[in-house]
């Protein structure tokens, strides 16, 4: 069974650019998470979709957004980027909205932002 | 922000000796997991233990939850080279909206 795959694997940008990334969930997973690894911040929370709504949302501006596909797959963007931007993107899928579910990691798209 | 600390943050052991990491947390919880991350890349889930768990076992891995304490561990028994990582907690709190809440991670080097 195929894990979750996001792409690109690497994304190079320049300072108001937008970027975009995508993801796609374990098959049967409806559920995708979205995280930023910044040096020095850590892992923390973007978004969470599932079924095709926005859940949860974690303590970023605006400009960080996405939508989830009818086939569950998802994108993040990034609009007016920031030389802070540059970070680690994670998603993580589930197989469904109850909390408690183990979420399985991509491999992730490293943004590098000029 | 993150939920906690983990303990220590760097850990150096010879192949063959066991690796044990803590993690403390703040909140009420679901559940806690620990993953691992070979070089920025991944996170690989490693094991999930639920609050009303004490411990848990997976191959050499062994998990603890003191849910009174806030804190968990995990043990990694007869390390390899391969175990070379950097190891995070992630708590699923109660009211967080599946939300995982990492910790700063522990980097762990296993010498051959």
């Known amino acids: 069974e195929a894990g979750v795959t996001q792409s690109p694997t690497h994304l190079i940008k320049t300072r108001g650019q937008q970027a975009t990334l995508r993801c796609s969930p374990i098959s049967g997973h409806t559920s995708v998470y979205w995280y930023q690894q910044a040096l020095g911040l850590g892992l923390q929370f973007l978004l969470w979709y599932d079924e095709g709504e926005e859940r949860n949302r974690g303590n970023f501006p605006p400009r960080f957004s996405g939508r989830q596909f009818p086939n569950y797959s998802s994108e993040l963007n990034v609009n007016a980027l920031e030389l802070e931007d540059s970070a680690l993107y994670l998603c993580?899928?589930?197989?469904?909205?109850?909390?408690?579910?183990?979420?399985?990691f991509g491999p992730g798209t490293r943004l590098l932002v000029l | 922000s993150q939920q906690g600390e983990e303990d220590p943050q760097a850990l150096s052991i010879q192949e063959g000796e066991n690796a044990t990491m803590n993690c403390s947390y703040k909140t009420s919880i679901n559940n806690l997991q620990w993953y691992r991350q070979n070089s920025g890349r991944g996170l690989v889930h490693l094991i999930l233990i639920r609050s009303n768990e004490r411990e848990k076992h997976s191959g050499r891995l062994r998990v603890t939850l003191d849910t009174s304490k806030k804190s968990s561990s995990l043990l990694i028994t007869a390390s390899r080279a391969a175990d070379t990582a950097s190891y995070f907690c992630?708590?699923?709190?109660?009211?967080?909206?599946?939300?995982?809440?990492f910790g700063g991670g522990t980097r762990l080097m296993v010498k051959p």
């Open positions: 993580a899928s589930s197989p469904g909205s109850t909390g408690g579910e183990t979420q399985y």
């Open positions: 992630a708590t699923d709190d109660d009211n967080a909206g599946n939300m995982l809440t």
